[in-house]
Each structure stands twice: as structure tokens, then as C-alpha cells.
């Protein structure tokens, strides 16, 4: 009977001891699992607070998209179309288009002329030219020292008409069937031999200020008044801008006089001023294409008369800055009081500066 008793004590010993085996192991491969996930977490942890410290210091390589990249890319244009804008905004507060003047401009500009004259010209007047050298411009030495002692630059101004023998050859090249009629036509009036006729007298005078890429034409003179003045505020600093005609003689020194006492205004529009009727009629010598902007009465609003005006400096940098958007009418002298007539201008109506007559005093006389 014991004997008995002692096997089956033992029989159950050997039963549990599987199980208590398995559970074992399954217990220690959970405690590895773990060990190694929480082993695997902390490496994971150090390779990120390694990468954070290597970007906050600058080291390491930082890799971004190519939509952030694009993103940079257009941040910089945008800054450079900033400072740009900027920089015009200094010149167009230095010229005097805001109150005040900023007070750390301390660089001091050269001087420059007092006033640079436009004479407007056109091909086929010399005999006009030469009339206005012997009159009141003169010439070589007389007209340098004029320059540099009173501060008066003198120029005439033309365009070129090589733009229109360009044209007229494309045009030839694409209908050649009419190519010997077209240079019969075209050859009584050759633009490139009226360019040369220019080149020639200004390199015997040199008091010209050619405007290379307009074209010379009745038609054309607003644009020309407008690109005379742009260029003149780009190549001159005077004080002042004004436009002639060839067929006017003018009194320097009483046109000097008279600048002199409107020094102190800084945008200012000078000359003798009017209106007048807008025809709407075509095939009129004044005929307006935009009269109907000019409202039921049809008549312009207040300008300088054509014969001769005068622009501060000021007025002559915002022509230069706003050329491209500044837009011209049928009659330069309308076109350029159309530029002011939204602006801070002051408008001085000199009764000297109207040309119909020479009487004591005036500044201008026409012919």
C-alpha cells in the first residue's frame, strides 16, 4: 500500500512539470519582448534628439521639398520686387513727392543745371536751327560756356525714322511682287539718308538730344514730349525741364529771371495756360479720338500752351518713373496737362511765357 501511494505522488509531479515549463517560457519570451521594445523606443528617442540638436546647432544635412524649395524661391523674388519698390519710393520722397523730405538724406547731390531746354525739331528745318544758333543758343565754345556759367543746356530734339525703312523692308520681303513699287515709293524719302543729314550736323554742332527709339512724326509728337522729358530727368539734374518749338526765339535771361522766383515751389508747372474747344469731327486739323472724355462741353481742361513750358524737377522724375503708364492725347501740350492734372501741381499761369507777341518783359516770341 505505500509503495503504491509513493508512485502516484510522484506520477503527479511528473504532470505538472510541462506546464509549469511552458509558462515559463512564455512568461521570459514576453519579459523579452518588452526588454527589447523598450530598447528599440530608447534608440528611436536618441537617433530624434540627435537629429533636433544637429538642426538647432547647424550641423547635419536639413532635406525639404521641392514645393518648399519653390516656396524660397519666389520669398526671395518677392523680397527683391520689395527692395526695388522701396528704392523708388526714396527717390520719389527725395524729389518731392510727399510733404516731408526724409531727414537722413545726407548724402549731397551734384549740382547740376538750372534749366535744360528742349527745342523740338523735326527733319528738313535746319534753315530753323541755324536761325535759333545765330539768335539766342549759339554755339561751340559760346554755348559750352553758356553751359557752365548760367547754367542753361540748350538741346534740339529729334527722333529717328530708320524705324519705318525696318518696316517698310519686312513688308517688302513678305510681298515681293510689290517690292520695285514699294522702293519707288519709298525712296523719295529715305529715312535712313534724313538720319544721316542729323548725325552729320550734330557731329559739326553737337546740340542735338536724339531720342533713338522714337520715330519722328507729326503724329508722334505727345509721345516724344513725354519721352524728351523722361530722358532729359534721366541724363540732366536740373532744376528745371522745358519744351520749345523750333519757331520760337526765346529771352534766357529773362526766362532765368522769372525761374528764379519760383524757386521755392517744388512741383511746379509753368506757362502760358488755356483751354480750348475739342473737336470730334474726323478729318478736323484738331480732330481729338478721345473727345468724348472730355465730357458734353467739350472743352480741354487747363494746360500750358505748346510753345513753351516749363516742369520743376520734380514733375520731370515722375514723367520718368511713370512713363509707362503716363498716356498721351492728340496734342502734346493737352497730354502733358492731363499727367498733372490728378497730382499735387502747382499751376503758375505766366502771362510772359505766351509767345503771340514781343512785348517788354516777355520770354518768348514766335515767328
Not at 530624434?48 to 525639404?64: C, W
Not at 494746360?303 to 520734380?314: D, K, R, Y
Request: with cysteine.
Amino acid at each position: 500500500m505505500q509503495s503504491r501511494g509513493s508512485n502516484a505522488r510522484f506520477a503527479g509531479v511528473g504532470v505538472r512539470s510541462p506546464i509549469s515549463s511552458l509558462m515559463l517560457a512564455m512568461f521570459a519570451t514576453m519579459a523579452s519582448l518588452y526588454v527589447a521594445g523598450r530598447l528599440w523606443q530608447d534608440a528611436q528617442n536618441r537617433v530624434y534628439l540627435t537629429k533636433e540638436l544637429d538642426r538647432i546647432t547647424g550641423q547635419g544635412h536639413s532635406a525639404i521639398s521641392v514645393t518648399d524649395t519653390l516656396k524660397i524661391i519666389e520669398c526671395r523674388e518677392q523680397r527683391k520686387k520689395l527692395s526695388a519698390l522701396e528704392m523708388e519710393l526714396a527717390a520719389a520722397r527725395q524729389e518731392g513727392f510727399v510733404s516731408k523730405q526724409s531727414s537722413d538724406m545726407k548724402k549731397t547731390p551734384e549740382k547740376g543745371p538750372v534749366i535744360v531746354i528742349g527745342i523740338f525739331t523735326s527733319f528738313g528745318r535746319k534753315n530753323d536751327r541755324d536761325a535759333i544758333r545765330k539768335a539766342w543758343m549759339s554755339t561751340g565754345a559760346a554755348l559750352k560756356r553758356m553751359e557752365e556759367e548760367k547754367g542753361i543746356v540748350p538741346r534740339f530734339v529729334i527722333g529717328r525714322r530708320y524705324f519705318l525703312i525696318v518696316i517698310a523692308s519686312f513688308i517688302v520681303s513678305i510681298y515681293s511682287l510689290v517690292s520695285y513699287t514699294c522702293t519707288s515709293i519709298c525712296s523719295a524719302n529715305r529715312g535712313d539718308s534724313l538720319d544721316r543729314s542729323i548725325d552729320s550736323e550734330n557731329s559739326q554742332t553737337n546740340d542735338f538730344f536724339i531720342l533713338e527709339n522714337h520715330v519722328e512724326a507729326p503724329e508722334e509728337l505727345p509721345k516724344k514730349t513725354k519721352l524728351f522729358f523722361a530722358h532729359a530727368a534721366d541724363s540732366w539734374t536740373a532744376d528745371y525741364y522745358a519744351k520749345v518749338n523750333d519757331n520760337v526765339f526765346v529771352n534766357l535771361d529773362s526766362l532765368r529771371n522769372a525761374l528764379a522766383s519760383y524757386v521755392s515751389v517744388p512741383r511746379a508747372y509753368i506757362g502760358c495756360m488755356k483751354s480750348g474747344e475739342v473737336f470730334s469731327e474726323q478729318g478736323h486739323k484738331w480732330y481729338e479720338p478721345d473727345w468724348w472724355k472730355f465730357g458734353d462741353g467739350k472743352t480741354y481742361f487747363r494746360h500750358a500752351s505748346t510753345e513753351l513750358f516749363v516742369i520743376s524737377q520734380a514733375l520731370a522724375r515722375y514723367i520718368s518713373i511713370n512713363r509707362a503708364l503716363l498716356r498721351t492725347y492728340a496734342h502734346d501740350d493737352v497730354s502733358v496737362g492731363s499727367w498733372f492734372i490728378g497730382a499735387d501741381v502747382k499751376y503758375i499761369d505766366d502771362r510772359k511765357f505766351c509767345c503771340s507777341s514781343w512785348s517788354t518783359g516777355a520770354i518768348c516770341s514766335g515767328v
